[in-house]
């Protein structure tokens, strides 16, 4: 086999598709990572209940939607009223957590997470909803009719991430942030409300997960499971990208949805998740404390 | 006063022992095979507090190496004539060691969350495999097979009944904690809990703590191995279910509630779970796990010693 027929049988269409299709999960995958490694950085907490945080975002943004009729107003509401979750669960289970080993913060959100994720069972059902895309323009895209929404999806939520960027660095309370994270004792000397910042990451990391499910949930359908799978993607992309490295985890997520998209297809896309694990185990085995971050010596 | 604990220790343990041993001989027939999986889960539990509570790593893919358990178990029973379990019993220990070998020599790098998240990952990909391999494992269906007898060669054979599988199950988990209590307190013992304790200074001391990590974690990869296997020979039957990320999520609660680093505790919250579990289902049918995960929550903030260590310190007042 000649080099010519090696390229002819690389089907370049799909690939190019894949590789938009990567980079729009990779997005919404980013927007979900970095609440999780905002949680993280900022105050060692190991968020399992993340997941649940998303799918019940994505259940917010249904209820509302069959109220108001408007997307966007459902993707408002669902972000602020899982926020206002997120402080709540912060407040309750993990305030008083604080200064224990990180470890049962992993516990007690785990325990979180089988509450929630069994109430929205209860609550709605195990048949899976549907959130209907605010608007349905296609534009040809090779063979397909590629739906102007997904794009769309990748530019909000790169929006979001931007808009907490230059929220941590510019902002008063985000300068707060990101003292508490250097030095919790002098922030708090300083005159920093301390706890209260860690209630407000928490709420952050929330809201934008609950915005990410929203902004999910018409590509696929919004049932009580949806979090589990998400939780652990989000895993791996912090664990790559490094543990509370913003930048790193967005780079990651879009590293790994387009290896996901690529290997979907060659294998059933329930067999390629296995790539994400292999990347996540290489990372481990050569750069213990992810691709982007340079390794202590 | 040494000598009068343990005298103590030991007339406790045969006291608990024998009435767990007559138990299925009072009990009505549920009952008595819901004693035998609060022995089988307490086992998997107890084997992932040797990773817990004496070496400080929480392990999050204990379900792998139950799951590999049963499959291997389910494979010896399926593909070697007659079914024996003296056959399903090496294959399914030697399935988890093999997997229990690969993890712990990628995730002993790690420490604190990064071990418990890699340990996770790992489950997972198992969970992956044996879901998508349709035709070895049998997908989501899982595998199903007949129970082996119970056969000592030259001695006798009987079927497995309620009472004589109860029996079978009291003895590997009385002797499975004799020997984990009897490494817990060997010198290698002693090694895994200086590692929890301080490990760096364990290191300078001279100790490759690497190396006692992969046995540690290799060792409780074999115990909860050997509780899949005896869950197999329950069940009659292996299934993707089992491999996935929440049952080792249920083992680390077990922990927590019956209180890590004491080997009996894990028994004790496994009972409790599922005697709650059992209870709460009859009131919120499948949705049991949300005051389950709410008393789960409230044990991890006020009462982190677990029920085990609340006792002990309620009983010295």
């Not at chain 2, 491999?243 to 894990?266: A, D, K």
């Not at chain 2, 982190?304 to 260590?309: T, V």
Request: net charge positive.
């Amino acid at each position: 086999m000649g080099l010519d027929a090696f390229f002819a049988a690389i089907p370049f269409d799909q690939l190019l598709i894949q590789t938009v299709n990567g980079i729009v999960t990779g997005m919404i995958l980013a927007l979900v990572a970095s609440g999780l490694t905002l949680i993280f950085g900022i105050m060692d907490v190991v968020n399992f209940a993340h997941g649940e945080l998303f799918m019940l975002g994505a259940y917010v943004g249904v209820l509302t939607l069959a109220a108001t009729g408007n997307f966007w107003v459902a993707l408002v509401c669902a972000s602020l009223l899982i926020a206002l979750l997120g402080a709540v669960i912060h407040l309750t289970t993990l305030r008083p957590l604080i200064g224990r080993d990180p470890l049962t913060t992993i516990l007690a959100t785990f325990g979180l997470s089988l509450v929630l994720q069994n109430y929205a069972l209860w609550q709605f059902g195990p048949v899976a909803r549907k959130i209907q895309e605010p608007f349905t323009g296609q534009f040809a895209f090779f063979y397909l009719q590629y739906p102007w929404y997904r794009l769309v999806i990748a530019g909000l939520a790169a929006a979001i991430i931007a808009a907490l960027w230059l929220f941590l660095k510019f902002g008063t309370y985000g300068i707060w942030i990101r003292a508490t994270t250097q030095d919790r004792v002098m922030a708090e000397a300083m005159g920093i409300p301390v706890p209260w910042v860690l209630t407000a990451v928490f709420a952050i990391g929330a809201g934008m997960a609950a915005a990410s499910g929203v902004l999910f949930g018409p590509l696929v359908g919004v049932n009580h499971a949806m979090g589990l799978d998400w939780v652990l993607r989000a895993f791996i992309v912090v664990v790559v990208g490094g543990m509370g490295n913003l930048g790193g985890s967005i780079l990651a997520a879009i590293f790994i949805s387009l290896l996901e998209a690529y290997a979907s297809l060659f294998v059933p896309p329930s067999q390629a998740v296995i790539v994400s694990f292999v990347v996540l185990i290489l990372t481990l085995l050569f750069r213990p404390t992810g691709l982007f971050v340079p390794t202590p010596k | 006063m040494r000598i009068r604990h343990s005298v103590l220790f030991w007339a406790g343990f045969c006291a608990i022992v024998a009435l767990l041993a007559v138990a299925p001989l009072g009990l009505p027939k549920f009952w008595a095979g819901f004693l035998t999986e609060i022995l089988i889960w307490g086992l998997l539990a107890m084997s992932s507090d040797i990773l817990i509570g004496y070496v400080g790593l929480v392990s999050f893919g204990h379900s792998a190496f139950f799951g590999l358990g049963m499959y291997g178990a389910a494979a010896a029973l399926l593909t070697v004539s007659p079914p024996s379990l003296w056959v399903a019993l090496p294959y399914g220990l030697v399935a988890s060691a093999a997997v229990a070998a690969c993890v712990a020599y990628f995730s002993t790098r790690l420490r604190d969350i990064y071990f418990a998240i890699t340990t996770l990952i790992f489950s997972q990909i198992f969970y992956v495999i044996i879901f998508t391999w349709t035709e070895v494992t049998g997908g989501e269906n899982g595998l199903t097979f007949s129970r082996p007898r119970l056969d000592f060669p030259g001695l006798f054979s009987v079927p497995f009944t309620t009472e004589t599988l109860h029996w079978f199950v009291l003895a590997v988990v009385v002797l499975s904690y004799l020997i984990l209590r009897r490494i817990t307190q060997s010198p290698f013992g002693m090694v895994l809990q200086s590692i929890r304790e301080n490990e760096a200074r364990t290191r300078a001391i001279g100790y490759p703590i690497e190396r006692y990590k992969i046995v540690a974690v290799m060792l409780s990869g074999l115990f909860a191995g050997l509780a899949g296997v005896l869950y197999a020979v329950q069940n009659r039957f292996a299934s993707p279910d089992f491999v996935f990320f929440l049952v080792s999520g249920e083992v680390v609660i077990f922990n927590v509630i019956g209180g890590i680093g004491t080997l009996v505790g894990p028994i004790v919250g496994a009972a409790f779970f599922l005697l709650l579990r059992e209870v709460l289902s009859r009131f919120f049918t499948e949705f049991y796990l949300i005051p389950v995960g709410i008393i789960f929550i409230a044990m991890v903030i006020f009462m982190p010693q677990g029920l085990l260590g609340f006792a002990r310190r309620w009983l010295n007042r």
